[in-house]
């Protein structure tokens, strides 16, 4: 995964300002970068992205599908789609969905981003630790 300069070293996504925290609720758990010339397409940079912080291989991602979570080819189309009569589709923002425990936000500039709620991982373990 690569990270970028927009979080604190403890992972806090920062503000578009760059002082606060985005969302003192959720939890920074990893970012990953899509390139619209990269051999991998969108949905599976997305997949990865949340596979590797579930700590789980991509292929065990089954449940939910997802496609039933989010339409990836509209993200696709809206932020990094063809050109149509000459211009550019490219569009500036971002769109975030819910994957299970996971927040996942797809900006324009490529950066997906995986967040948890900030109390998830901080659950004591199954031995009350």
């Not at 899509?34 to 579930?54: G, K, M």
């Not at 969905?97 to 709620?117: C, K, L, M």
């Amino acid at each position: 995964m690569t990270s970028s300069n927009d979080h604190t070293d403890d992972g806090t996504k920062l503000a578009q300002d760059g002082n606060e925290p985005d969302d003192p609720d959720m939890t920074f758990v990893t970012q990953a970068r899509y390139e619209r010339e990269s051999h991998r397409d969108l949905t599976t940079e997305i997949i990865f992205a949340i596979a590797d912080a579930a700590d789980v291989a991509p292929v065990d991602l089954k449940d939910p599908p997802l496609y039933e979570c989010v339409d990836i080819a509209a993200i696709e189309d809206g932020f990094f789609g063809p050109k149509v009569a000459g211009h550019t589709r490219d569009s500036e923002g971002s769109v975030s969905f819910r994957y299970n425990q996971y927040h996942v936000e797809v900006a324009s500039d490529g950066w997906i981003t995986v967040s948890e709620p900030a109390e998830y991982g901080n659950q004591p373990d199954s031995d009350g630790l």
